[in-house]
């Protein structure tokens, strides 16, 4: 596998494509591997990827039950943005941003990042208070953050209603600049083809039955395709959390809830940033393809089904058509629900276990994509030094003991 | 989209409810002697089920009873409805499941292989 440029380009053109090969291998499970990560979406991958590029282990495997990013990485509305209330969320959202800024060139592959701008709206007194303070909480930290009003947002996003008269008025709006959206899937791909380079195994349709553990500490997982010895188990699978620290008898604050999201038929290029509604509830932006990506809230109730209720898709045309007028005839193409793993307070956990050599990396809630290469990065780090480091510490398990929650559900920017 | 039993009102769309969590989850009555673990425990820490599940509705748009349900989260199919203070009546509900124990009805459909249903709870 070489790297990709304008020069191989060219060639393979002259050479009638014949010269590519597989991004990454396809290996058979070894025996014994010195840490097994399971679940191979944009956060496994990317937690593989810095394991072995920056913590020199070499010797590891990501093992996916289906294919790599087809879980949440391909059901997720791509948004990205960092623009939360409190320290801890700001340090690794922001943390996850920078490296997003970069992360084409140093996979060397292009994931499309699009820093569009993001808009998040406010639609009463309350909330613009709310959000005005967001602002400058945001600019203490370093982050981007701009607040607008009627007017500037009009300028912004032509499209939006910004009419006094309709239900919720939007009465203002943060915008991050530095906001937007990228490719899902070249993002778990180019993060895959990287960690292969580095000799990492990506296992595919491979699924964990069982952790092995012997006197508190893993030994191993039995999986599909037969067991595999590690002293080093990390999960990373978004909605199934739970079920897989299940296997070691670990209980989580967790709960898993259906959150589903709609494309509409392809149009051409109309929407020019995200919008992102609280109260109203919904969240637009438009693919490169085309189609606007339009996400809502979680269903109330918990499910691991992937699937999603009518009256939230209700809910959610109601709203957007209230906001862009313009949409009003628009044809929805599909809808898919994907399973999202709910903290009490909106905020991922990232920790160890009280099981020797098992890390957990989860409940992300309604909001793991924007946050995939700092997630990947601080989680990376925990599986390799056995301690969190500055920007994990605050997502441990002990914050639900002490009390020291990161209660993020109004930057969530979904209802919860 | 559901249509729940309430055990009160009878058979209603699920717009009318509202999910209300875990069932069977009982307020402590020592609360002065409980470590902080223990309050962790009681707080935040819930089983998740995939499977059989208990868990708590609320008829909001009707007579805004709370009762209590059983159903499969890995097919959501509701298996019970009963009031609270009565006990989860006991109900095998036979699923297809995968050669390595996953019920089809979640996740990922392509990897899955139906075995003839045997295993209940």
Not at chain 1, 190 to 203: F, K, M, Q, S
Not at chain 2, 21 to 50: C, Q, V, Y
Request: aromatic share 8%; proline share 5%.
């Amino acid at each position: 596998m070489g790297n990709y440029s304008l020069f191989s380009i060219v060639r393979e053109g002259l050479r009638g494509n014949t010269g590519w090969t597989p991004a990454w291998r396809d290996p058979d499970p070894k025996p014994s591997y010195d840490a097994v990560i399971i679940g191979g979406g944009g956060h496994g991958l990317a937690t593989a990827y810095y394991l072995a590029k920056l913590h020199g282990m070499k010797n590891i495997a990501v093992v996916e039950k289906g294919w790599i990013g087809g879980g949440n990485s391909g059901r997720n509305t791509t948004i990205i943005r960092s623009n939360y209330l409190y320290d801890a969320s700001a340090a690794i959202y922001e943390h996850a941003l920078q490296l997003w800024e970069g992360l084409s060139q140093e996979l060397n592959y292009n994931i499309m990042m699009s820093h569009r701008g993001v808009l998040n709206l406010a639609h009463d007194d309350n909330e613009a208070r709310q959000l005005k303070r967001r602002v400058e909480a945001n600019r203490l930290n370093g982050v981007d953050a701009e607040y607008l009003g009627p007017k500037e947002i009009k300028e912004f996003c032509p499209i939006l209603n910004t009419s006094p008269d309709i239900r919720y008025p939007v009465i203002g709006a943060t915008l991050q600049r530095r906001g937007g959206t990228n490719r899902h899937d070249a993002v778990c791909w180019g993060y895959a083809r990287a960690a292969d380079a580095l000799g990492v195994d990506i296992i595919q349709n491979c699924e964990v039955t069982e952790i092995l553990t012997e006197r508190g500490a893993v030994t191993g997982v039995r999986t599909s395709r037969g067991d595999i010895r590690t002293e080093k188990v990390a999960s990373v699978t978004a909605g199934h959390t739970s079920v897989i620290a299940g296997m070691v008898g670990v209980r989580l604050p967790i709960e898993s809830h259906p959150l589903q999201a709609l494309v509409s038929e392809p149009l051409k290029p109309i929407n020019p940033c995200v919008v992102m509604s609280n109260a109203v509830h919904v969240y637009c932006s438009q693919s490169d393809k085309g189609e606007l990506v339009i996400g809502a809230g979680i269903d109330g109730h918990t499910s691991y089904t992937q699937r999603g209720s009518l009256d939230i898709i209700e809910h959610q045309m109601a709203a957007i058509i209230e906001l862009f007028p313009i949409f009003s005839r628009l044809r929805m193409m599909r809808q898919w629900g994907g399973i999202v793993d709910v903290c009490p307070d909106a905020s991922p956990i990232i920790s160890k276990t009280e099981v020797g050599g098992f890390y957990v990396n989860g409940g992300w809630g309604t909001g793991g994509w924007k946050a995939t290469p700092g997630s990947g990065h601080a989680f990376a780090d925990l599986v390799a030094n056995d301690t969190p480091n500055a920007i994990a510490a605050p997502f441990t398990l002990e914050r639900f003991v002490t009390g020291d929650l990161v209660a993020e559900h109004g930057a969530a920017a979904v209802a919860h | 989209m559901f249509v729940i039993t309430c055990p009160y009102c009878g058979e209603r769309d699920q717009s009318e409810f509202a999910h209300a969590g875990e069932a069977h989850i009982s307020r402590p009555t020592e609360s002065e002697t409980m470590t902080d673990a223990e309050w962790a425990e009681f707080l935040f820490m819930r089983d998740n089920t995939k499977g059989i599940h208990a868990e708590r509705w609320i008829h909001a748009a009707g007579c805004r009873r709370f009762f209590n349900a059983l159903r499969n989260t890995a097919t959501d199919r509701f298996l019970a409805f009963y009031k609270i203070g009565e006990k989860p009546p006991e109900i095998d509900d036979v699923v297809p499941a995968t050669p390595c124990g996953e019920t089809v009805g979640s996740g990922n459909d392509a990897v899955k292989v139906e075995r003839p249903p045997e295993a209940g709870r």
